[in-house]
């Protein structure tokens, strides 16, 4: 028997991130100093993703986020306010937290993730 389930993680993570609609990340996206990152695979990204989303998939986030680290993306700067997406708000949950965990300040993730966004009219490419 797992100690600590899927739902119990989710459930903790919940507890401490925050969750915007897609109506409202609709609106951050038009924030200059907000990044939306797409932490779905690499499979996943190529059916579509968020327009100018940086690709940074939830098995190499924390080394593409990290400045020490010989992964890092200098496309996801510590000072901005990063929005993260998976296909259903899951995974980008649970990363979500990882950056809270890490010290990251400002992070937050779409409800409904990608499939809520392909439901609006929000850029995609």
């Known amino acids: 028997m797992l100690k600590k389930g899927f739902k119990k993680m989710l459930a ?3 507890a401490v991130i925050e969750t ?3 109506h409202d990340a609709l609106e951050l996206y038009k924030d200059p100093n907000v990044v939306f990152v797409d932490i779905r695979e690499s499979e996943e990204r190529q059916r579509g993703a968020i327009k100018d989303s940086i690709h940074a998939p939830r098995g190499f986030l924390e080394f593409m986020v ?3 680290s010989p992964m890092h993306n200098p496309a996801l700067p510590a000072e901005k306010r990063f929005v993260l997406y998976c296909a259903s708000g899951g995974r980008s949950a649970l990363a979500a937290k990882t950056l809270v965990d890490m010290g990251f300040e400002g992070v937050t993730h779409i409800a409904g993730g990608f499939a809520a966004w392909s439901e609006t009219d929000g850029p995609t490419e």
């Open 66 to 68: 990290d400045p020490e």
């Open 20 to 22: 915007v609609s897609v």
């Open 12 to 14: 903790e993570a919940n």
